[in-house]
């Protein structure tokens, strides 16, 4: 048997050319703005002052004190408040959007009509497009105490108008509607696309054995799907601590009123930085977030390979 010859890496290099060529922007971005910035979180450990020098100096320059800014989180009254508002919403956001998404793909795959179909994802997607401020000023225009869509129904109803903005009771309810309608096409476009590359013949047996639609749903459909919605569920958690700052900050306006149901640890963070320009306590609960979400990733990595080796990531 003839012996394979050994290709070098120059050699490689250059047979996959346009390949690299192709991905060599996503990797200088990622050079510059996410790998170079990590060898800042030193910032998180230091007295952190701002130097007429620039950046560098103010880094060697600053103070040393260790663990002294982490205490911004835990010693503080707000801690458990702002810990449970991030990990409860973000549980709860988590499970609402992979159930909306994996129904409204489900549901677009069963439409026979192609144009529709086109039609009402490019309608599920514009919100997604949106920034938080436009919807916050969406939001206001339903909400708005005095001129306020639902107040003006309300009392043309003869009911009393609610003060959204002082009243926390609906909040909750509130973030999680705005949450899936923003995100539903977005999320749903992977698990259509998952739906549409399931074996036709699955479903060919399936009907020849008598099932029926909700049954080759229940059982070819969703069993077909979950290697991606268990990569998808991996993903999400490693950012389960870390809330999306424009919801929170933008929907009720920053409201002190609303401050026991809206406050989670972005919000908190740009408060206190605000407050107090420590910019070495807003980086050690931002490197806070970041290490928790590394440990919650890996964990559930560990568990699902456990059960579902071929469901993991690694």
Same mark, same amino acid.
């Given at each position: ?10 050699? @490689? ?39 007429? @020098? ?9 103070? /040393? ?27 709860? &956001? ?53 001129? +306020?869509?639902? *107040? ?11 003060? /959204?903005?002082?009243?926390?009771? /609906?909040?909750?309810?509130? &973030? ?24 036709? =013949?699955?479903? !060919? ?8 639609? /909700? ?38 306006? @920053? @409201? +002190? ?18 407050? =107090? +320009?420590?910019? +070495? ?19 559930? *990595? ?5 059960? !579902? ?6």
């Amino acid at each position: 048997m003839k012996k394979r010859k050994k290709v070098s890496f120059w050699q @490689n290099v250059w047979r996959y050319k346009a390949l690299i060529l192709m991905a060599l922007p996503g990797f200088v971005w990622f050079i510059f703005f996410f790998y170079i910035p990590v060898f800042a979180n030193v910032v998180a450990f230091k007295d952190f002052h701002i130097s007429p @020098n620039g950046f560098i100096d103010s880094l060697v320059t600053s103070k /040393w004190v260790g663990f002294e800014n982490f205490k911004f989180l835990f010693a503080s009254k707000d801690a458990w408040l702002i810990t449970r508002n991030t990990i409860a919403y973000n549980v709860v &956001f988590l499970a609402f959007n992979l159930f909306f998404a994996i129904a409204f793909a489900i549901i677009m795959s069963e439409l026979r009509n192609k144009k529709l179909v086109k039609v009402y994802h490019t309608m599920s997607l514009l919100p997604y497009f949106l920034s938080w401020v436009v919807i916050g000023y969406f939001l206001y225009a339903f909400l708005s105490p005095d001129k +306020g869509i639902f *107040n003006l129904w309300l009392t043309n109803n003869g009911k009393n108008p609610v003060n /959204w903005y002082t009243d926390p009771t /609906w909040w909750p309810l509130i &973030f999680v509607v705005m949450n899936v309608w923003k995100s539903l096409g977005y999320n749903s476009i992977i698990y259509y696309a998952s739906v549409m590359g399931i074996d036709p =013949t699955y479903y !060919e047996a399936a009907m020849v054995d008598g099932a029926s639609k /909700w049954q080759q749903i229940k059982n070819v459909t969703i069993p077909q799907i979950v290697p991606m919605m268990m990569v998808l569920l991996i993903l999400n958690i490693g950012g389960i601590f870390r809330a999306d700052f424009g919801m929170f900050y933008n929907l009720p306006r @920053n @409201n +002190g009123a609303l401050y026991q149901v809206t406050s989670v640890l972005d919000t908190y963070i740009y408060n206190g930085l605000t407050a =107090t +320009g420590d910019i +070495g306590m807003s980086s050690a609960a931002s490197l806070y977030q970041s290490v928790v979400g590394a440990i919650l990733l890996l964990g559930t *990595n560990f568990v699902v390979r456990r059960i !579902e080796p071929d469901s993991a990531l690694f």
